[in-house]
């Protein structure tokens, strides 16, 4: 089992008994079990406010992020992303969808490898929001 899978399901495990630390108030508590899960992985950084928590660190070389909010998922911004991309994605041929892939395995991330392909300028994570399907 790679390290991968392995954390994968003792995330899964620890999650079941985490529902409930999606309150700001609980964001302690989500920390601390962040800090013991994944504190000795490389890139491990944890910042947040008081409506949302980030934890970022890598595994096998992969970029991995757990995001906490107390805003509904269907309003963050990242699932609204998520949601054109798949728009823009349904509107594309394989070509444009492979081209993404080869972007991200070079490191761009999401919405900017997505505004270089389609030729949107500006801020991507702004523009990606304007940009008509056809």
């Known amino acids: ?3 991968l899978s392995y954390l994968l399901r003792q995330i899964t495990f620890e999650y079941l008994f985490c529902i409930d630390l999606l309150n700001p108030e609980n ?3 989500l920390e601390k079990l962040l800090i013991r ?4 992985h490389t890139e491990f950084a944890i ?8 934890c970022d660190f890598e595994i096998d070389n992969l970029p991995l992020e757990i995001y906490a909010s107390t805003t509904e998922t269907e309003k963050q911004v990242g699932y609204l992303h998520m949601v054109k991309e798949h728009q823009i994605i349904k509107s594309k041929d394989e070509k444009f969808i492979e081209k993404i ?7 761009r991330k999401t919405e900017p490898a997505f505004c270089e392909l389609l030729g949107i300028s500006g801020n991507p994570y702004v523009e990606i ?3 008509k399907i056809i």
């Open 101 to 107: 892939r080869d972007l991200k395995r070079r490191g």
């Open 37 to 40: 899960l994944f504190a000795t």
């Open 129 to 131: 929001f304007n940009y």
């Open 27 to 29: 964001f302690e508590s």
């Open 47 to 54: 910042r947040h406010t008081d409506k949302n928590l980030v």
């Open 1 to 3: 089992m790679t390290s």
